[in-house]
């Protein structure tokens, strides 16, 4: 009896030790690297879905807003802009700041860690080469008055006249929509498109005739102009 109880209590102590050495093994994570603290997460695939995933979509495939897995707009929003725009927000839309020193609750290196992950699984210089793009941003302001007669030529076979919406498209003039979205995010817009929306890029509006970037920043300039001074009010 004492042999058998001392073998069982062998057998345990053999058994415990397997299942410790186990925390180690090939395809069991780490109990520290269950435990790793919020800032000092690198991993990319956390970062986007935990932070950006529910506006841009799964796979930066698009959602509420632009989709980030687009070659044009990976094009000509260089790595600048991508940082800039994820640490500091977007003010006046629901693009929040999301470093620490601009209110927000990620470090510098999981910004970082952000902006090349999107770069590097999205960008696509092999889609866009020998396209002649344009800028991301203009230096030039756009001419409110051009971009009335800009927006019927190319945009209101889907937005309607005025752009108060037709079966091609909603209503782009909305003051709930132009509150929430910036000129920048307008023209981004108008450049690369919305295709999960099947919205075309600044070439698609009609065949053969693609838009300068004249063109777009006057349309903009004109998108701006209906934007209403107080959203939400009579007044």
Same mark, same amino acid.
């Given at each position: 009896?004492?042999?058998?109880?001392?073998?069982?209590?062998a057998w345990?102590?053999f058994?415990?030790g397997?299942?410790?050495?186990c925390?180690?093994?090939?395809?069991?994570?780490?109990?520290d690297?269950?435990?790793?603290?919020?800032d000092?997460?690198?991993?990319?695939?956390?970062l986007?879905?935990?932070n950006?995933?529910?506006?841009h979509g799964a796979?930066?495939?698009?959602?509420?807003?632009?989709?980030?897995?687009s070659?044009? #707009? +990976?094009?000509?929003?260089?790595?600048?802009? *991508? %940082?800039?725009?994820?640490a500091? /927000?977007?003010?006046?839309?629901?693009? $929040?700041?999301f470093?620490r020193?601009?209110g927000g609750?990620l470090?510098?290196?999981q910004?970082d860690?952000?902006v090349?992950?999107?770069r590097t699984?999205w960008?696509?210089?092999?889609?866009?080469?020998g396209?002649d793009l344009?800028?991301?941003?203009?230096?030039?302001p756009g001419?409110a008055?051009r971009?009335?007669a800009?927006?019927?030529?190319y945009?209101a076979?889907?937005?309607?006249d005025?752009?108060?919406?037709?079966r091609?498209g909603s209503s782009?003039?909305?003051?709930? #929509? +132009?509150a929430?979205?910036?000129?920048?995010? *307008? %023209?981004?817009?108008?450049?690369? /498109?919305?295709?999960?929306?099947?919205? $075309?890029?600044?070439?698609g509006n009609?065949r053969?005739?693609a838009?300068?970037?004249?063109?777009?920043?006057?349309v903009?300039?004109?998108?701006?102009?209906?934007?209403p001074p107080?959203?939400?009010?009579?007044?």
């Amino acid at each position: 009896m004492i042999l058998t109880r001392s073998i069982a209590v062998a057998w345990l102590v053999f058994a415990t030790g397997l299942l410790v050495g186990c925390d180690d093994a090939p395809g069991r994570r780490a109990i520290d690297a269950e435990n790793v603290a919020p800032d000092k997460i690198l991993d990319f695939n956390v970062l986007y879905h935990t932070n950006c995933a529910g506006c841009h979509g799964a796979d930066g495939r698009g959602g509420p807003a632009l989709a980030l897995a687009s070659p044009i #707009y +990976l094009a000509i929003a260089d790595a600048g802009v *991508l %940082r800039r725009v994820t640490a500091d /927000g977007i003010a006046g839309t629901p693009m $929040p700041a999301f470093a620490r020193g601009s209110g927000g609750m990620l470090t510098d290196q999981q910004i970082d860690a952000i902006v090349n992950g999107i770069r590097t699984r999205w960008a696509n210089p092999s889609a866009v080469a020998g396209i002649d793009l344009p800028p991301y941003s203009d230096s030039l302001p756009g001419d409110a008055r051009r971009g009335g007669a800009v927006f019927a030529t190319y945009c209101a076979s889907c937005h309607g006249d005025g752009g108060r919406g037709a079966r091609g498209g909603s209503s782009i003039v909305d003051g709930s #929509y +132009l509150a929430l979205v910036s000129d920048q995010g *307008l %023209r981004t817009t108008v450049i690369a /498109g919305r295709p999960d929306l099947g919205a $075309p890029d600044w070439r698609g509006n009609i065949r053969g005739k693609a838009m300068t970037s004249q063109d777009i920043s006057d349309v903009v300039a004109w998108l701006s102009a209906q934007r209403p001074p107080f959203p939400g009010q009579p007044y």
